[in-house]
Structure formats: C-alpha cells, structure tokens
C-alpha cells in the first residue's frame, strides 16, 4: 500500500499553488528538454517497452531521487528560511560533486540558473519580495546554484518569514511532492517521445510513479546527511555514453 504522509499543518492556499506552479512543465526552466539517461537506454535496448520504461523510472525515483535530491531538497528549504548561507553551500557543492556526467551536471546549473532568473523576473516579485537578499546569494553559487537548491529557494519564498515547527514540515513534504511530481511528469514525457509511446500507456506509468512518490519522500525525510548518496553507476554510464550517441532528441 502507498505510504500516507502525514500534514502536520496545512499551508495557506496562495502556497499551495505556489508549489502547484514549481510542479508545472509550463515552467520556463527546460526541464523538458532532458531525458536524464532515459534517451540512451532507449538507444542500447534496456527500455524498449511501457513495462520497461516504468521499471527504469521507479527504480530512478527509488535509487537516485530519494536518496539524493529529495533529501537535499528538504534540507535546503530549511536552510533558506533561516538564511543559513554557509549550509546551502554545502548542500549546493554537494550537488555539483555528485553529478557524474558533464550532462547531469549540465542539467541541474542549467535549471538552477533559469529557476533563479524566473524568480528575480517573475510579475511582481520585486513587490513581494522587496529585500530578499537570498536571490542574489542564490545567483553568486558556484560555480552556479544547482536546481534542488534553486527550487528549495523558491519553495522558501512561499512561506511566511517565521515559519517554523509544523508549518516548515508541513512545506518541505510539499515541496517534495512538487519537485517529484515535476519530475515524473517530465520523464514520462521523455519516455512518451523517445519509447515511443502512447499517451495512454505515459499516464499509466505517471500512476505507478504517483503511488511510489510518497513511500519515497518519506525516506528522503528520514534520510540523515550521513546517508545521502548519489550512486546509480549504470545511470552514470548510459549518461555518459549519451554524451556521443549518434541521434539524440534530448539534452540528457
């Protein structure tokens, strides 16, 4: 049975949706445009079939998110809200240390850059957001601010200045729905163009994900920074060898 997170405290709507749009593919970032590997199981016959593209997913959101950028997700959320600079670092470092490929790596600066320039231009940030310093230490990360790190920002702007307790809890599980959410749907995509697939079999896949993310999320929270690990080496390699594949439609 699926895993039922508990909500210590709910969010204010204006929130909610704020995280709803975080989660949407209409988000100028390109995380459409990356396949995270995907492309080139495709390419070598590992994921030929919906069954197949299903299994790698799951076992993605298993091996790779839960254990790494959920977590690292959580954390950060948590750091902005107490403008906690010197943990964002570490967490932002940790980030980029653990990318294995110049793609992945590729991927996560260039959706941080982007999220963090959405957010500096977005329709009247400058009014809700007069003195928010943490934009521009967001933006001065090197050697730039990855995505989980530019998300949990984002996710920490929707929150009330002292937000802590349940209401913190309450927006890191959220944001981690957001971010898995964004994510699959995402995947699914790649995985709908690139099998090829149907749409009907994509939302399929999109359910087995759905009933996966919470049992996940909840291991990402629990997850201590001594736990925390980015090791998928067959991910690492297929990411690699995309590097060179001949005909590609994705950047990852």
Known sequence: MPRVLTRPAPLSAAARLQLMWLASPALPVGGFSYSEGLES??????????????????HQLRLSLARADLQVVSRAVAAWQRHDLARITELNTWVTLTRETSELRQQTEQMGRSLVEWLRNRSGDALAHPADRRLAQCAALTPAPNWPIAFALAVAQCLPTQATGDTLAAAQQEALLSFSFGWAENMVQAAIKAVPLGQ???????????????????HALALPDSQRQAFTPM???LSAQHEHQYSRLFRS
């Open 41 to 58: 199981a495709i390419d070598t016959g590992r994921v030929t079939t919906e069954a197949e593209a299903a299994h790698w997913l799951l």
């Open 200 to 218: 009907s079999a994509g939302q399929r896949i999109l359910q087995i994900l759905i009933d996966a993310i919470p049992d996940a999320i909840a």
């Open 235 to 237: 991910l690492a390699i």
